[in-house]
């Protein structure tokens, strides 16, 4: 689990408050197009391909809620950055290539676990009767 401390560890933490609120926004607005979209997609009948359309606001939600949770982003950790400070200052670098390497595994396991997620979501609608 994440540091409630609110510093960063390597692979572990690298945001904090407001960044993780703004990731718990990000997931709910997802989850809400993911249910307005599927229920749209049942309402008028769509076929099930149609129905696939659901996977991105599903992502969006899964990898919003994953990276609220685990007090880490995914695309900072990619970027080798992290950020504790109020909401819309600038992320700090991370320059030790050790650090990086964590936190680069991180972030690829939070979009694998998001896509799983997503792919789980897509298969509820997809498979709901007409």
Avoid: K
Wanted: aromatic share 14%.
């Amino acid at each position: 689990m994440a540091d409630e401390g609110g510093s960063y560890i390597p692979g572990v933490c690298n945001i904090g408050e407001a960044e993780i609120r703004r990731r718990l926004r990000f997931g709910w607005a997802g989850l809400a197009a993911y249910v307005l979209l599927g229920a749209l997609l049942l309402l008028i009948d769509a076929d099930r391909t149609a129905r696939l359309l659901v996977f991105v606001p599903a992502f969006a939600a899964s990898f919003g809620f994953m990276q609220a949770y685990l007090h880490f982003c995914a695309y900072f950790g990619l970027s080798a950055l992290f950020n504790f400070q109020e909401a819309g200052s600038s992320p700090e670098e991370i320059w030790e290539e050790e650090l990086r390497t964590a936190d680069r595994r991180r972030a690829w396991q939070i979009i694998g676990y998001s896509v799983l997620i997503a792919i789980a979501m897509t298969a509820v609608v997809y498979l709901l009767p007409a």
